[in-house]
Nanobody, 121 residues
Framework: QVQLVESGGGLVQAGGSLRVSCAAS????????MGWYRQAPGKQRDLVAT???????NYVDSVKGRFTISRDNAKNTVYLQMNSLKPEDTAVYYC???????????????WGQGTLVTVSS
């Protein structure tokens, strides 16, 4: 079994900062690209940022310069540092592992359960 568990969401005022984390656990051999997505109320789930196993990153235009994705491969954890938050950043934030190789060499795609980030104006 492989699970992704997010943490760190909460309520913050506009202009503030928050860091969310996503830890993978289970019978993991390696993890490929990981990413953060978000889903605002009544809207579809959209990509926010991705990071490869080698550390290459990509961001959606609306968060460039404000959000930073990083990962600690030794801890199987990915982070999203969010600065200069805006009310429109309010959403449930989900992490995703594009592929997880288990110790039995099975390839899995995994999503976390989501963590709510609310930015007040």
């Amino acid at each position: 079994q492989v699970q992704l568990v997010e943490s760190g969401g909460g309520l913050v005022q506009a202009g503030g900062s928050l860091r969310v984390s996503c830890a993978a656990s289970g019978s993991i051999f390696s993890i490929g690209s990981m990413g953060w997505y978000r889903q605002a109320p009544g809207k579809q789930r959209d990509l926010v940022a991705t990071i490869t196993s080698g550390g290459s990153t990509n961001y959606v235009d609306s968060v460039k310069g404000r959000f930073t994705i990083s990962r600690d491969n030794a801890k199987n954890t990915v982070y999203l540092q969010m600065n200069s938050l805006k009310p429109e950043d309010t959403a449930v934030y989900y992490c995703k592992a594009d592929w997880v190789v288990t110790t039995t060499r099975t390839y899995l795609e995994r999503w976390g359960q989501g963590t709510l980030v609310t930015v007040s104006s």
